[in-house]
């Protein structure tokens, strides 16, 4: 796919488990296009966390190649790659993974001080804290602002991690299960913020998920069975607008 933002390319990924090779994928490929909404579907098992995980640049491949925007990513150095993955790829996880001693602002800003070098870091500070803040207040988190992970609510917490996905505007961005951890009622709160990020941002994401119905919100689903891809379906037109 000649616009693809990311592309998987008979992706293998096997783990050495004492004296026996565990095969985890076989020969897995997918592409994602330049504003595209795919979902990822499999039961439990079925090999969806490693290939986002290598899609995502935080696992080699065993074999196969990942393409980042035309690029073979596994092929760059490390210095390069790790610049590719924090600043053109965000990372929503169900578990939020924020860092316990940071305030709000503090989680979001993170990308931005990583990409920085101190002194950049120092020049710019206030800027950046200043869009982390209207950020978070746009998500409706004004008064959570210097609160720490364990002072938020779940919902609050996921609402942070979007905020920190988006902060480096990466042109894609990998979801995996990011209502799960949440009752109905605020997941839904959470994924409406999410798709209309998405949207309005013209995002490419990759949503692994397990609910039928937030699928069929998605462009395209793909599924995944035992390593190995399954087949994929079109959602509805109404659907493919993105949201």
């Known amino acids: 796919m000649s616009d693809a933002i990311v592309s998987a390319r008979g992706i293998v990924k096997s783990f050495q488990v004492g004296d026996r090779t565990l095969e985890v994928l076989h020969g897995v490929s997918l592409d994602v296009a330049r504003g595209e909404l795919v979902g990822l579907m499999g039961a439990s098992g079925a090999g969806k966390s490693t290939l986002i995980q290598i899609l995502g640049l935080l696992e080699e491949p065993t074999k196969g190649e990942v393409l980042f925007e035309g690029r073979s990513a596994w092929k760059e150095s490390t210095p390069e790659r790790a610049r590719l993955r924090n600043e053109r790829v965000g990372f929503v996880f169900q578990f939020y993974h924020l860092l316990p001693e940071l305030t709000a602002v503090e989680n979001v800003v993170l990308p931005a001080m990583i ?86 941002r013209g995002l490419s994401m990759l949503l692994v998920t397990h609910d039928e119905r937030l699928a069929a919100r998605c462009h395209r689903v793909v599924t995944m069975a035992d390593g190995r891809m399954s087949g994929e379906a079109q959602a509805t037109p109404a659907r493919a607008a993105g949201r």
């Open 115 to 200: 990409g920085h070098s101190f002194g950049a870091w120092r020049g710019k500070r206030r800027e950046i804290v200043q869009r982390a803040e209207e950020t978070l207040t746009r998500f409706g988190l004004k008064d959570r602002l210097k609160h720490r992970p364990a002072q938020l609510s779940g919902g609050e917490r996921q609402r942070v991690a979007i905020a920190r996905a988006l902060f480096l505007d990466p042109p894609l961005l990998i979801a995996d299960e990011p209502t799960g951890n949440l009752d109905s009622a605020t997941g839904e709160k959470v994924l409406e913020l999410l798709l209309e990020e998405r949207q309005a």
